[in-house]
T-cell receptor, first 114, second 110 residues
Framework: DADVTQTPRNRITKTGKRIMLECSQT?????MYWYRQDPGLGLRLIYY???????NKGEISDGYSVSRQAQAKFSLSLESAIPNQTALYFC?????????????FGEGSRLTVL | GQQVMQIPQYQHVQEGEDFTTYCNSS?????IQWYKQRPGGHPVFLIQ?????EVKKQKRLTFQFGEAKKNSSLHITATQTTDVGTYFC??????????FGAGTQVVVTP
C-alpha cells in the first residue's frame, strides 16, 4: 500500500461545483503539502501545513482551501471549480526531523473541470 | 521573487548517449533537490546537494551544485530506456518552501 494515498485519483466535474481532494499518510510525518502540476510549469505549492493547527498559503492559494483534520489527513477543497483549475494535484509529506527536506508524493489526483 | 529555471525543457536522447540537464536559480540557494517523475507517475526524490561545488554520483547519474550555489546540473551517462521521465530541480525560496523548476522531459530512443 502507498504511504501517501490520494482520493479520488481521477475526477471530472462541472464549473461551479465544490470538489474535495483527500490525502492520508501512514509515514508519521508532521508536514503535509498540496501541489498543482501543469504541463510546462512544474509543481506549484498551493497550501502547506506543519502540524494539525498550522495552515499556510503557498504561491497559488486563490480559489482553494484546505483542512488538516488530523496529523495523517490533509484535504484540499475547490469551493467553486473553474476550468483553469484543471490539473494534476499532488499531496506530499516531509519529516521535520529528516536531514533532508525530501518530499514524499502521493500518486496524484487528476481533476478535469468542464 | 526567486525563479528556478531548467534547460532544456525537452531532451531527446539516443540510447547509450550521455546528456546533461541544467538548473539555474535567480538567487543563492541553501540546498537543491532533484526529483524524477516517470510518465504517469509521481515525483520521486533523487538527491539533495548542500555544499558549494558538491558533486554526488548515483550509478550513471552525476549531480553537481555550482560554486556560487545558484546552479546545478544532472548528467546521465549511457542513457537507458529506464531513464525516461521528467527531471525536476527544486530549491527553497525566501520562506523556506521548495520551489520547483518546470522540469526537463527526457525521451529515449532505442
Amino acid at each position: 500500500d502507498a504511504d501517501v494515498t490520494q482520493t479520488p485519483r481521477n475526477r471530472i466535474t462541472k464549473t461551479g461545483k465544490r470538489i474535495m481532494l483527500e490525502c492520508s499518510q501512514t509515514k508519521g510525518h508532521d508536514r503535509m503539502y498540496w501541489y498543482r502540476q501543469d504541463p510546462g510549469l512544474g509543481l506549484r505549492l498551493i497550501y502547506y501545513s506543519f502540524d494539525v493547527k498550522d495552515i499556510n498559503k503557498g504561491e497559488i492559494s486563490d480559489g482553494y482551501s484546505v483542512s488538516r483534520q488530523a496529523q495523517a489527513k490533509f484535504s484540499l477543497s475547490l469551493e467553486s471549480a473553474i476550468p483553469n483549475q484543471t490539473a494534476l494535484y499532488f499531496c506530499a509529506t516531509s519529516d521535520r526531523r529528516a536531514d533532508t527536506g525530501e518530499l514524499f508524493f502521493g500518486e496524484g489526483s487528476r481533476l478535469t473541470v468542464l | 521573487g526567486q525563479q528556478v529555471m531548467q534547460i532544456p525543457q525537452y531532451q531527446h536522447v539516443q540510447e547509450g548517449e550521455d546528456f546533461t540537464t541544467y538548473c539555474n536559480s535567480s538567487t543563492t540557494l541553501s540546498n537543491i533537490q532533484w526529483y524524477k517523475q516517470r510518465p504517469g507517475g509521481h515525483p520521486v526524490f533523487l538527491i539533495q546537494l548542500v555544499k558549494s561545488g558538491e558533486v554526488k554520483k548515483q550509478k550513471r547519474l552525476t549531480f553537481q551544485f555550482g560554486e556560487a550555489k545558484k546552479n546545478s546540473s544532472l548528467h546521465i551517462t549511457a542513457t537507458q530506456t529506464t531513464d525516461v521521465g521528467t527531471y525536476f530541480c527544486a530549491g527553497p525560496n525566501s520562506w523556506g518552501k521548495l520551489q520547483f523548476g518546470a522540469g526537463t522531459q527526457v525521451v529515449v530512443t532505442p
